[in-house]
């Protein structure tokens, strides 16, 4: 079945360094992937997405790397701010089936 | 703001109620989606509509029931509450079936007490 897992559920990151929070999904028929941040009492907020037929894709400060073959997911952000601090969740949509699967989410904190 | 619009945010209420949860989506947009994200659950997809017809359902319980209004807006009525039922509900939308992306709103909080 679909599922989309995280590898460490938090990461501490020193201000100013880059972040990579990684994803593994399992359905290899999914197509569609998107990257969310949810702060504390807020709903999850777009960051960046990316369609199966890309390997990488660049925002701003952040980056989206597929690995289509070993069915990983990571996202980096380039120097990390304290604003960064968050839950980051990786989603995957397959197919017709629009809904989003999320993974279980990392917990990104910035140190001072 | 995100553009879509979740009441209440907060409702408190006891074992065995009935409750209703409104979101309007963003304009333009005509696919609602239902998520619930408990502590042990993480955000469990429930339902989907688009214009008006549902499309997609995920673990909805049979106590739980959503639709779409002519006006896209959308409700989640939530019967027979247990304690297990508190959560965050998030809704979001997106413009057709989801291939664009989706907003979500800020959540309404459930405590069933």
């Known amino acids: 079945g679909e599922s989309v897992g995280l590898h460490l559920p938090t990461l501490s990151v020193q201000e100013g360094d880059n972040s990579i929070i990684n994803c593994a999904y399992s359905?290899?028929?999914?197509?569609?992937f998107i990257w969310y941040k949810q702060e504390s009492g807020k709903g999850p907020q777009f960051i960046i997405d990316i369609r199966s037929n890309m390997d990488k894709r660049q925002g701003q400060r952040v980056t989206v790397l597929l690995n289509k073959t070993v069915k990983h997911l990571s996202l980096q952000i380039a120097a990390t701010q304290p604003g960064d601090s968050a839950v980051y969740f990786c989603?995957?949509?397959?197919?017709?089936?629009?809904?989003?699967?999320f993974g279980t989410g990392t917990r990104l904190q910035v140190t001072l | 703001d995100s553009g879509v619009t979740q009441t209440p945010k907060h409702l408190i209420t006891a074992t065995g109620q009935r409750v209703t949860l409104r979101c309007s989506p963003r304009?333009?947009?005509?696919?609602v989606y239902w998520y619930q994200q408990s502590l042990d659950q993480g955000l469990q997809f429930l339902i989907q509509y688009y214009n008006g017809e549902e499309r997609a359902k995920g673990n909805i319980l049979e106590r739980f029931s959503a639709q779409q209004f002519p006006d896209l807006h959308s409700e989640l009525n939530l019967s027979s509450l247990e304690l297990g039922d508190s959560a965050l509900y998030f809704c979001?939308?997106?413009?057709?079936?989801?291939?664009?992306?989706?907003?979500f709103g800020s959540g309404t909080r459930l405590t069933v007490v």
């Open positions: 989603a995957e949509v397959t197919g017709t089936a629009s809904k989003l699967t």
């Open positions: 304009s333009g947009d005509l696919s």
């Open positions: 979001a939308s997106s413009v057709d079936l989801g291939n664009y992306g989706y907003t």
């Open positions: 359905n290899s028929a999914s197509d569609y």
